[in-house]
């Protein structure tokens, strides 16, 4: 009866040399081993696939800059002109007296010729010795000029005409130019001829990429604006005709505008 005991012990386990029972571990399985193996790889798999997909998400866009120009023109509806008084005497004191009575009929003439008075500033007023070659004082002259703007245009050359013969020969023009007061409106035009422009420009490249046109990243622009007409030069005395002749042209506005778009594919 022992010795059967003593065999089913020894068949569940062994003793060691102090006769403490034993146990032995299974050996592992090699197909579970594989299946985590294989699961570890498929992790990191869709780990990297995930970093690729957000990079593609967050990538940016595909841009594209152009350019726009528009211009427009309008009739200027501002007449501006320096006209003035030179007078000379033998003294600064009678150069100027005199010089003042004939800037008074100057600007009668001028006020009655369709300027107004809030329309005339001085711009200048001058008193110098004439010398000759010996350099002996000879007499004294007065220069006295105004800075004319007149928005009634059709009137400027009456106005000047009038002035002239109101002097005589001691008037000075120097020259008249020709504006447009309010540029809003023709800045507008301008502006939005010169967006249509870019965007059409914009579409043509787009289209010849493979690409569409999405939206404005960025936008600028400049204005570019032709300086006032300006008409004839600097005229002294009287040889003026009847009527001053003027022609006011017209005057051109220009808008740039610098244009960034997004594009889709």
Do not use: C
Not at 4 to 12: E, N
Not at 97 to 104: D, G, L, T
Request: hydrophobic share 40%; aromatic share 4%.
């Amino acid at each position: 009866m022992n010795e059967r005991a003593d065999k089913k012990d020894g068949h569940d386990g062994s003793h060691g040399s102090d006769g403490r029972r034993t146990h032995e571990s299974p050996p592992a399985n090699p197909f579970r081993l594989l299946v985590w193996l294989v699961a570890a790889l498929l992790l990191v798999v869709v780990g990297i696939a995930g970093v690729e997909v957000g990079r593609s998400h967050n990538a940016v866009a595909g841009t594209i800059s152009v350019q726009g120009t528009g211009t427009v023109r309008g009739a200027p509806d501002t007449a501006t002109f320096n006209i003035g008084v030179h007078t000379t005497d033998t003294s600064a004191s009678a150069a100027l007296s005199a010089n003042n009575q004939k800037v008074q009929a100057l600007v009668a003439a001028l006020l009655r010729n369709g300027v107004k008075k809030k329309e005339m500033q001085t711009s200048g007023l001058n008193i110098y010795q004439n010398t000759n070659n010996n350099g002996v004082v000879t007499g004294f002259s007065v220069d006295d000029t105004l800075n004319v703007t007149m928005h009634n245009v059709k009137q400027s050359g009456a106005a000047i005409d009038a002035a002239a013969r109101a002097v005589g020969n001691g008037i000075q023009l120097n020259g008249i130019s020709f504006s447009i007061s309010n540029q809003s409106k023709l800045l507008a035009s301008a502006r939005s001829k010169a967006m249509a422009n870019a965007h059409l420009a914009a579409e043509q490249l787009a289209k010849a990429g493979g690409a569409h046109v999405r939206s404005i990243v960025k936008v600028s622009d400049q204005e570019n604006l032709v300086p006032p007409i300006y008409y004839g030069p600097s005229a002294t005395g009287t040889g003026f005709k009847n009527v001053v002749p003027v022609q006011t042209g017209v005057e051109a506005v220009t808008v740039q505008v610098s244009i960034t778009y997004s594009l889709g594919g």
